[in-house]
């Protein structure tokens, strides 16, 4: 609880506050509650004839606030620092392109990402299994709605097959359809994720262009290009 209370946004930036700030004033003033008699009992425990003192916020608010106050600020400034020398030795980069060569007219670009920021689609995974499913389930609600109509291009023996919620079409018509809408944006990623699931596979991810210093829009990657972890790749975009 100090350390969540401490790191809570609220508490660091002090705006954009999720928590009520009554919340957080009752959190600190626990924390201060438990350690005033956290060194109480110790101090019973190693003095016999010790008498416990209650505890009297006027006294001893101020020297535990500070203790408490100073630490995320410390922290604070310790990520400040970092970001500005911004000294990172596995986010460098080869300036030197010429070494890399593309094809039709495409420019190498540097990037960073992280194997966890993204997505593999494959046919050794079921990533894309659930995502079409998910969008199966979706076209099933929709279809029972007329001018809502969602057309997936696979066989209607496999639609069937993949339709979660046969038992439940009944309550359809009592549910709100507007957080099952479905654009025209996604039903073109749907088709990407397909087309690469049956070809050679791939990794969707918006990486860090690190010429721009800007995310690139959602891209493709070779997944043999892909390590575990921080990656920092060329590729011809």
């Known amino acids: 609880m100090y350390f969540s209370t401490l ?64 630490f995320p600020i410390f922290v604070i400034f310790f990520f400040i620092f970092i970001g500005f020398y911004n000294n990172f030795n596995f986010i460098s980069f080869d ?5 890399y060569k593309c094809l039709n007219g495409k ?35 929709l279809n029972l709605w007329r001018g809502l109509d969602v057309i997936l291009s696979i066989p209607e023996e496999d639609y069937r097959k993949r339709d979660s ?15 099952l809408t479905v654009t025209n944006k996604e039903m073109k990623l749907l088709g990407s994720l397909g087309k690469t699931f049956l070809s050679n596979g791939g990794f ?12 690139e829009g959602l891209t493709v990657l070779d997944e043999s290009n892909i390590k575990e972890g921080f990656n920092n790749i060329y590729v011809c975009l």
């Open 95 to 99: 300036k030197d392109f010429s070494k």
């Open 107 to 141: 420019k190498v670009t540097n990037l960073h990402l992280n194997s966890n920021s993204g997505i593999f689609i494959n046919q050794n995974n079921t990533n894309f299994e659930k995502i079409l499913n998910t969008y199966v389930d979706i076209a099933a609600n």
């Open 204 to 215: 969707y991810s918006t990486p860090v262009n690190t010429s721009t210093k800007k995310l």
């Open 165 to 179: 919620f046969k038992f439940l079409r009944y309550l359809v018509y009592f549910t709100n359809t507007r957080a």
């Open 7 to 70: 790191l809570s946004q609220p508490f660091i930036y002090g705006g954009e506050a999720r928590t009520a700030a009554t919340v957080i004033f009752f959190l600190n003033f626990m924390i201060l509650f438990s350690i005033h008699h956290f060194f109480e009992i110790i101090k019973k425990i190693k003095l016999k004839n010790y008498v416990l003192r209650e505890f009297v916020p006027e006294k001893r608010f101020k020297k535990q606030f500070n203790t408490i106050s100073l």
